[in-house]
DNA sequence: CAGCATCCCAGAGGATACTG
DNA sequence: CAGTATCCTCTGGGATGCTG
């Protein structure tokens, strides 16, 4: 198995995956990565892609990604306006253990909701 | 860089990623697992290991993990009561793909700290 | 020891209306 | 088009007290 540390001397919550899973582990940020590691898109077009995220969760889940450096922001001063998001280095690079994380969910959600219904 | 897939056809929530992420994403689950991965724990043993987590959470949040097949609880019948909480194989095999992402998350830590102040 | 029951709160997230 | 601004609901999680 794997060796796995995530607690620390000061407080088990302060450590570097909590910020991670902080982040993407909230309803919409994994989904936005996702459909941007497809191509760079514009705002409305993100909204129309997710389907039911509701515009104001949209802005602030895209504003915290941006802070945190896992996308871009690019303005275009045009009329009508057209703003772009796209991935950084950095918010390409965590898709990769994110994807391993993806993969294991696949081949494990039938035992999942299977185990789930035994207790339903 | 990895594929990734997490949109599916009748909606954007429903795959397995989200199943997955909705379990380990909250606040504890993670650090449960991680916590059982050095051995099998006893209620209070955990409680006491993690720290600042309430009883009322933390109940609960083994009910679930349990429910999914992620840990067993095993009570034994004495008095004072004794019950074991312990990783099944597939709470085992999840640390794998969980630790790449806590790699990545010690490798990036230092950059995303950055990122947050310099907009703060 | 290992919980259950109850009360409480902050914040995530949705709905709707408005604007440069 | 790409947002702001409000209002509202619902739930994750904490605090406290009690029990077999």
Chains 1, 2 share one sequence.
């Not at 993407?24 to 497809?38: A, H, T």
Request: overall charge neutral; proline content about 4%.
């Amino acid at each position: 198995m794997h060796k796995v540390t995530v607690l620390d001397k000061k407080g088990a919550l302060d450590c570097p995956i909590r910020d991670v899973i902080n982040r993407i582990g909230d309803k919409w940020s994994l989904l936005i990565l996702v459909v941007l590691s497809e191509q760079p898109t514009r705002f409305n077009e993100l909204k129309r892609t997710i389907g039911d995220i509701s515009q104001k969760v949209l802005t602030k889940v895209l504003k915290e990604l941006e802070q945190e450096g896992y996308i871009t922001r690019t303005a275009y001063d045009e009329s009508p306006p057209k703003v772009v998001y796209d991935l950084t280095e950095m918010g390409i690079s965590v898709l990769t253990p994110v994807g391993h994380l993806i993969d294991w969910a696949e081949k494990n959600h039938a035992m999942i909701k299977g185990n789930r219904s035994k207790t339903d």
